[in-house]
């Protein structure tokens, strides 16, 4: 007994340790879900993070309540934290299918959980008052709390994130929430006074813990109510939940729940993406594909023998790993990652553009759409600035630059970053019924003769033709700027300004 009791400091540290490691995978949870539902990360992860750090104050504020049974209190403030956060993956994930605006619950559930887990540190501090001097007590419990919270923001988008998903991870760290709650509820038995207090903390470990292994099952039925197609594919990455569905010959790839092609039309997207360059190009040898890693691109880059090597650069690697071993995208891509000439390298674009001094012929930029401050990243004006150190002299850039008909300002700012970074541009449209009007733009750094020096030979293709690279080029007068628009840098960002203005005047 008195061996136990000589232990009761380290273990109430052990747990300080564990409940400052749940505390901040919350916060991270809650952030990273709400960009994932939502979008907009930047704003998002500010709302959180700061609504839960207040939610703390008010929590250290409203602790000086409690004036006696300071165990008592804990382990019971420690259950209501493993209930609240353990189901908070499988409420976001509800709340996003049944409610047309998430917020509310958003914050809801950051005040809630940042209120209670306030609430824990004073508690603890004073609880330690009794095991030694207040100078080494403080720093003892808030070494602890800073080493956990480190191991969660390490161990979240290293581990948990991409092996376990969010409502699995909820579910494990709400059952360690509860197991904390558990052990100092029997370490403590003699300061604890209310008796139902163990079963109700046995029923909510429990409850938590077999959750763990069926909560695919929850995930699974999301899935289902999200997409109307077939779900063959999905999974969580550390950077994007990818889902692959199928309807009858219809094959469709989602990122966050964002369509990325659809079978049964990504030829015209893919076909003007990469042949219209191909056809103005002189030498074809060297191609650096940005993005791209379904292989759709690569695939059609591939069709010209005179390419000899290809670098794709993705992020993603579990993207990557679906394209070359999914059947039903190793069908859709025709195997071309295993084509020899091919290389690809896992690393973010901005950085192997900076580091690299390889030249290349063509460079495709096939980035999703600047739908957030890291992707509108991709579209600034210093990137392009660095790729021209990466073109062969008659090299050719070709980027994907979102829609010029839903939004236009969002397009005509891409061309006009292109033309303010030194690139002769030529803007190309092509209807895609999947995603509507699209528009790419080739850039070339040196000339505008390139656009004069067509080549006539042509690879087999279903939609693309080399004449039509004149219809293509000719914009109606609906898709023309209405207004002139600013070249996007990385201190204003103003493409992100620009597409989620024109998408909100749509939505």
Known sequence: MREVERFKPFFLLVSIFFIATCGIFYELLLSALSSYLVGDTVLHFSLVIGFFLSAMGLGAFLSRQIQRRLL???????????????????????????????????????????????????????????????????????????????????????????????????????????????????????????????????????????????????????????????????????????????????????????????????????????????????????????????????????????????????????VVTLARDNPVMRQLNRAAFLDPRVEVVIQDAKRYIRESSELFNLIVLDFPDPSTVELAQLFTKTLYMQLRYLLAHDGLLVVQATSPYYTPRAFWCIEETLREAGYYTLPLHVYVPSFGEWGFIVASPYTRQSWKRLRKEMVQTKFYRPDRIYSLSDFPGDLLPSEKVEANTLETLQLLHYYREDWKAWE
């Not at 209670?116 to 007590?137: D, H, Q, V």
């Not at 695919?216 to 999974?235: C, H, N, V």
């Open 72 to 318: 008592q209190s804990f382990v019971m403030i420690e259950l209501v934290i493993a209930g609240v956060g353990g189901w908070s993956g499988v409420a976001l994930f509800g709340g996003y299918l049944f409610f047309s605006n998430l917020l509310p619950l958003l914050l809801g559930l950051v005040v809630l959980l940042g209120t209670l887990i306030g609430m824990e540190l004073p508690l603890l501090l004073r609880i330690f008052e009794s095991f030694g001097p207040l100078r080494l007590t403080v720093s003892a419990v808030l070494t602890a709390d800073y080493i956990g919270a480190l191991f969660a923001s390490l161990l979240f988008p290293l581990f948990f994130l991409p092996e376990m998903g969010f409502i699995q991870s909820s579910f494990f760290f709400g059952g360690v929430n509860a197991l904390v709650a558990l052990v100092n509820l029997y370490l403590f038995a003699s300061e604890i006074a209310v008796v139902w207090l163990k079963p109700v903390a046995w029923g909510v470990t429990c409850m938590l813990l077999v959750m763990i292994p069926f909560s695919s099952a929850f995930t699974g039925q999301f899935d289902k109510m999200l997409y109307e197609d077939e779900i063959i594919f999905s999974r969580q990455s550390s950077y994007q939940r990818i889902v692959l569905t199928r309807h009858k010959e219809r094959v469709n790839l989602y990122l966050n729940g964002n369509l990325q092609f659809s079978s049964v039309d990504e030829y015209r997207y893919h076909e003007v993406l990469v042949h219209p360059a191909m056809g103005l190009l002189l030498n074809r040898q060297k191609v650096l594909i940005g993005g791209g890693g379904d292989g759709l691109a690569l695939r059609e880059i591939l069709k010209y023998p005179e390419v000899e090597r290809v670098v794709l650069v993705e992020l993603d690697s579990a």
